[in-house]
Nanobody, 117 residues
Protein backbone atom coordinates (compact mmCIF):
# COMPACT_ATOMS: atom_id res chain seq x y z
CA UNK A 1 0.00 0.00 0.00
CA UNK A 2 1.22 3.45 -0.88
CA UNK A 3 -0.16 6.78 0.23
CA UNK A 4 0.92 9.83 -1.74
CA UNK A 5 0.12 13.16 -0.14
CA UNK A 6 0.25 16.53 -1.85
CA UNK A 7 -0.88 20.10 -1.41
CA UNK A 8 1.16 21.38 1.48
CA UNK A 9 2.81 24.77 1.43
CA UNK A 10 3.10 28.12 3.11
CA UNK A 11 0.26 30.49 3.76
CA UNK A 12 -0.51 33.48 5.93
CA UNK A 13 -2.80 33.21 8.90
CA UNK A 14 -6.41 33.24 7.83
CA UNK A 15 -5.61 31.60 4.52
CA UNK A 16 -6.60 28.24 3.11
CA UNK A 17 -4.88 25.12 1.83
CA UNK A 18 -6.13 21.82 0.47
CA UNK A 19 -4.32 18.57 1.08
CA UNK A 20 -4.90 15.50 -1.03
CA UNK A 21 -3.84 11.90 -0.58
CA UNK A 22 -4.07 9.09 -3.08
CA UNK A 23 -3.98 5.49 -1.87
CA UNK A 24 -2.88 2.63 -4.10
CA UNK A 25 -1.71 -0.94 -3.97
CA UNK A 26 -4.58 -2.42 -2.04
CA UNK A 27 -8.29 -2.64 -1.45
CA UNK A 28 -9.71 0.17 0.63
CA UNK A 29 -13.32 -0.78 1.07
CA UNK A 30 -14.39 -0.44 4.68
CA UNK A 31 -11.27 1.47 5.70
CA UNK A 32 -11.04 4.64 7.71
CA UNK A 33 -8.82 7.28 6.17
CA UNK A 34 -7.50 10.29 7.92
CA UNK A 35 -5.01 13.02 8.53
CA UNK A 36 -2.63 13.37 11.45
CA UNK A 37 -0.09 16.09 12.04
CA UNK A 38 3.12 16.54 13.96
CA UNK A 39 4.57 19.87 14.93
CA UNK A 40 8.21 20.26 15.97
CA UNK A 41 8.74 18.96 19.48
CA UNK A 42 5.21 17.63 19.77
CA UNK A 43 3.56 14.26 19.45
CA UNK A 44 1.66 13.28 16.37
CA UNK A 45 -2.02 14.11 16.78
CA UNK A 46 -5.21 13.27 14.97
CA UNK A 47 -6.61 16.05 12.82
CA UNK A 48 -9.56 14.41 11.07
CA UNK A 49 -10.74 10.97 10.03
CA UNK A 50 -13.47 9.69 7.77
CA UNK A 51 -14.98 6.25 7.37
CA UNK A 52 -15.84 4.65 4.07
CA UNK A 53 -19.45 5.54 4.81
CA UNK A 54 -18.56 9.21 5.18
CA UNK A 55 -18.66 9.63 8.95
CA UNK A 56 -16.12 12.30 9.85
CA UNK A 57 -14.42 13.15 13.12
CA UNK A 58 -12.34 16.20 13.90
CA UNK A 59 -10.06 17.28 16.65
CA UNK A 60 -11.39 20.12 18.74
CA UNK A 61 -8.65 22.40 17.48
CA UNK A 62 -9.76 22.18 13.83
CA UNK A 63 -13.51 21.60 14.16
CA UNK A 64 -15.35 24.17 12.07
CA UNK A 65 -12.25 25.18 10.11
CA UNK A 66 -11.19 21.97 8.37
CA UNK A 67 -13.28 19.63 6.23
CA UNK A 68 -12.29 16.09 5.39
CA UNK A 69 -13.71 14.25 2.39
CA UNK A 70 -12.99 11.10 0.47
CA UNK A 71 -13.71 9.61 -2.92
CA UNK A 72 -14.13 5.86 -2.60
CA UNK A 73 -14.01 5.38 -6.37
CA UNK A 74 -10.58 7.00 -6.56
CA UNK A 75 -9.26 5.96 -3.13
CA UNK A 76 -8.47 9.55 -2.25
CA UNK A 77 -8.90 11.58 0.89
CA UNK A 78 -8.77 15.36 1.03
CA UNK A 79 -8.45 17.92 3.78
CA UNK A 80 -9.73 21.42 3.10
CA UNK A 81 -8.16 23.75 5.64
CA UNK A 82 -9.53 27.24 6.14
CA UNK A 83 -8.93 30.04 8.63
CA UNK A 84 -5.47 28.66 9.19
CA UNK A 85 -3.58 29.63 12.30
CA UNK A 86 0.15 29.60 13.05
CA UNK A 87 -0.49 26.71 15.45
CA UNK A 88 -1.63 24.62 12.47
CA UNK A 89 1.98 24.57 11.29
CA UNK A 90 3.09 20.94 11.15
CA UNK A 91 3.89 18.04 8.90
CA UNK A 92 0.60 16.47 7.87
CA UNK A 93 0.33 12.74 7.27
CA UNK A 94 -2.43 10.83 5.57
CA UNK A 95 -3.19 7.42 6.97
CA UNK A 96 -5.43 4.39 6.52
CA UNK A 97 -6.89 2.01 9.07
CA UNK A 98 -8.20 -1.40 8.15
CA UNK A 99 -11.66 -2.43 9.35
CA UNK A 100 -11.86 -3.94 12.82
CA UNK A 101 -8.34 -2.86 13.74
CA UNK A 102 -7.51 -0.22 16.34
CA UNK A 103 -4.39 1.18 14.75
CA UNK A 104 -3.56 3.07 11.60
CA UNK A 105 -1.40 0.73 9.58
CA UNK A 106 -0.44 2.73 6.53
CA UNK A 107 1.10 6.20 6.47
CA UNK A 108 2.04 8.63 3.76
CA UNK A 109 5.32 10.48 3.62
CA UNK A 110 4.02 13.71 5.10
CA UNK A 111 3.55 17.15 3.64
CA UNK A 112 4.63 20.39 5.31
CA UNK A 113 2.10 23.08 6.13
CA UNK A 114 3.47 26.38 7.37
CA UNK A 115 1.22 29.19 8.54
CA UNK A 116 2.82 32.55 9.20
CA UNK A 117 1.34 35.27 11.37
Amino acid sequence: VQLQASGGGSVQAGGSLRLSCAASGGAFGGTTMGWYRQAPGKQREMVATITSGGTARYSDSVEGRFTISRDNTKNTVNLQMSSLKPEDTAVYYCTVKRPFTPVYTYWGQGTQVTVSS
